[in-house]
């Protein structure tokens, strides 16, 4: 066993594979940018060195410097995680140059499964069923439209090189299919440096189900059964489970051995996942991921099974003991991916510090990369963490998870944490009627619109900021229940913004507890807060469980899975003045400028695209919020732009 490797990766997955390496008595090393000096991974490891800026391209897939890196150290090998250089063949053969182990498959395995065409030529030669579609070598935009076309619409653009969403686009006609292209394609040479691209027929309902393959260097491939992936956002999975429900036992058998055909077919080594489109009966070859899946904890979970200590232990040439046959599958497992981003905005990745954090402790597994106190910057994935729920079955299991979403808490960013307690809540997903158009089909109940926050969240503000009653202290000065000179119980009042609305609350000491009066109701209230953030509230005699997170006058307040952000109004503070940005367009977040679609004096209608930034490897479209004429460009394609900058100012339609 190696004595000392080098994890070339950040966030979760760098704290995750150093937790195995550490019970194993392996000694890790990280690598770290600027923006990630004082980052959780680097403080968990045993060294660090930093490689470079904070943009990827100069860091963590900057090649030369990691493995400079790992030679400084007397690292033995380099685990390079999932993204970044994780299925990258050149940089498992460069550490091979210099006399570095890279923890995964062959360079000749990658290229073969790293390329989604040629994969997929692959697969139909060995028999494996793939989706219809074009996987050839001529990008001519003109020649792959008529691919398109010969296809039939709907169809789906896909990068070649790489996966995660980035570089991919539903094209419902013809007259769609160039901006489509054009878009794909930037997207796929930015994020993978290729912008080569596949066609494929556009599948309706289909689910997305992968199976966990595992090879040692010796000839021998196993599957840990199979995962189901297909709930997914912006064409990326954020909620996982094992194994795929409802799935037939004939076709389970099936998509293992295909799995493990797959793997033996490029004479693969070590961790590796075979995903698989399945629509009713029937399931094709999607794509083969050369490495570690973000979704990995969960086939943990029901298998037992460490993988990262697998891959450390085969990478250091250890056979296999086990066979087919001694791989069962125990209960059920359920992921759900807690990222910085807003729902209600399309997803869109959110920045910040991490103010306050709450994670679950004994009710589920958290894989995370962040504390408390943390940045969530532009530059990487935006995932806070993974929290993973294990129970008997999967009603069990979708229980726990509800659990431990609950006892989540996050103040400084926006999250999907309340999307997510109501996709875990939602009856379709009770049902497992599972398909990748879940989101969107389930839309109406999963994003309702913003609703007041209700008094349980109000009172909840409010015990925050007053505390206990403390009516037996002499010391006037040391009381909290609103003693005024020859004014016995006299109350106070406390003003919260909630969202456009400012809510007032009326507090009155009645011995231990508070009255509380908001609006048209009258509540008599107590409760228990701990420096974490979980709280005890008793509302006329009804006790329950709430997180409660402050910063400054800001206040998050979240129940059942449900969350509201509140702010503490000072009533002496000037009034806030009209939006200053009628009229203007600005950055939802730092990013870069990839495609301008107007030019100043064109007439816009609502709706309309108007320029199109990247950020955190995603393209975000900007649309017009009204009609009208555009007044100025600010910044020309390539430029960076920071949170809030005005991009483009719109005059009023003559």
């Known amino acids: ?70 030679k400084e150290t007397g690292a033995e090998a380099i685990h390079p995680g999932y993204g970044f250089l994780s299925e990258n063949a050149e940089f498992a053969e460069a550490c091979a140059a210099a006399g570095i182990v890279f923890i995964g498959p062959p360079p000749a395995a990658m290229r073969a499964m790293g390329s989604k065409a040629a994969a997929k030529a692959l697969m139909q030669q060995a028999g494996v069923p793939v989706v219809p579609g074009y996987h050839g070598d001529d990008q001519d935009p003109a020649h792959l439209q008529q691919e398109a076309g010969k296809i039939g619409f709907p169809v789906l653009i896909k990068a070649s090189g790489g996966g995660g969403g980035r570089g991919m686009r539903i094209v419902n006609g013809a007259a769609e299919f160039a901006r489509a292209l054009d878009g794909a394609k930037r997207e796929a040479a930015s994020s993978f440096g290729d912008d080569r691209v596949l066609i494929e027929k556009y599948l309706a309902r289909p689910r997305h189900i992968e199976v966990q393959v595992f090879a040692d260097a010796h000839g021998n491939v196993l599957h840990l059964h199979e995962r189901d992936c297909s709930i997914q956002r912006r064409y990326q999975k954020i909620v996982e489970e094992a194994p795929a429900p409802g799935l037939k036992p004939k076709m ?18 070590g961790a590796g996942t075979v995903e698989f489109i399945v629509e009713k009966d029937r399931f094709y070859f999607m794509e083969m991921n050369t490495r570690l899946q973000v979704e990995h904890p969960v086939t943990e979970a029901v298998t037992g099974a460490d993988l990262v200590e697998w891959q450390l232990r085969v990478a250091a040439g250890e056979k296999f003991t086990r066979t087919q046959g001694d791989i069962a599958c125990s209960g059920h497992a359920i992921e759900a991916r807690l990222y910085a981003e807003n729902p209600d905005r399309g997803f869109l990745p959110a920045t910040g510090t991490l103010h306050r954090l709450r994670l679950p402790t004994d009710v589920a597994r958290v894989e995370t990369g962040v504390r408390e106190g943390d940045a969530v910057t532009p530059f990487y994935d935006p995932m806070i963490a993974k929290i993973i729920a294990w129970g008997p079955d999967r009603a069990a299991a979708r229980t726990r998870l509800g659990h431990a979403l609950a006892e989540t808490g996050v103040l400084g960013v926006a999250t999907n944490r309340g999307f997510l307690a109501r996709v875990i809540g939602d009856a379709d997903f009770a049902a497992a009627k599972l398909d990748t158009g879940f989101i969107e089909r389930r839309r109406a109940a999963l994003l309702p619109p913003p609703a007041p926050a209700p008094d349980a969240a109000i009172a909840a503000a409010a015990l925050l900021c007053i505390g206990e009653p403390i009516v037996s202290v002499s010391d006037p000065w040391a009381r909290r229940d609103g003693w005024r000179l020859n004014t016995p119980n006299a109350a106070q009042t406390l003003l919260f913004r909630d969202g456009e609305e400012t809510r007032a609350v009326e507090a009155a000491a009645a011995g231990t507890f508070w009255v509380l009066r908001i609006g048209e109701s009258r509540l008599t209230a107590a409760a228990r807060f701990v420096p974490d953030g979980a709280a005890t509230l008793t509302l006329d005699g009804a006790q329950s469980r709430a997180v409660v997170l402050d910063h400054g006058d800001d206040i998050a307040v979240f129940i059942d899975g449900a969350g509201w952000r509140l702010t503490r109004v000072d009533p002496l503070a000037p009034p806030a003045g009209s939006d200053p940005s009628a009229g203007h367009l600005s950055a939802p977040m730092p990013g870069r400028v990839v495609q301008l679609l107007v030019a100043p004096g064109d007439a816009v209608r609502q709706g309309q695209p108007l320029i199109v930034v990247e950020a955190m490897k995603m393209e975000h479209t900007i649309a017009a919020p009204r009609d009208g ?9 390539g430029d960076l732009v920071e949170e809030g900058t005005e991009l483009i100012a719109l005059a009023e339609a003559p």
């Not at 990766?9 to 000694?27: F, H, L, S, Y």
């Not at 690598?31 to 490891?45: F, P, Q, R, T």
């Not at 389970?252 to 080594?269: D, N, T």
């Open 629 to 637: 004429t555009v007044a100025t460009v600010r910044y020309a394609v």
């Open 252 to 269: 389970r058998q099936a998509m293992g051995e295909a799995a493990v055909a797959a793997a033996k077919a490029v004479g693969y080594v």
């Open 1 to 70: 066993m190696f004595s000392k490797i080098l994890i070339a990766n950040r966030g979760e997955i760098a704290c995750r594979v150093m937790r195995t390496a550490r019970r194993m008595g392996v000694a890790t090393v990280a690598v770290y940018s600027e923006a990630d000096a004082g980052a959780l991974h680097v403080a968990m490891a045993d060294e660090a060195r930093l490689i470079g800026p904070p943009p990827a391209r100069q860091s963590y897939l900057n090649a030369e410097s990691i493995i400079a890196a790992a």
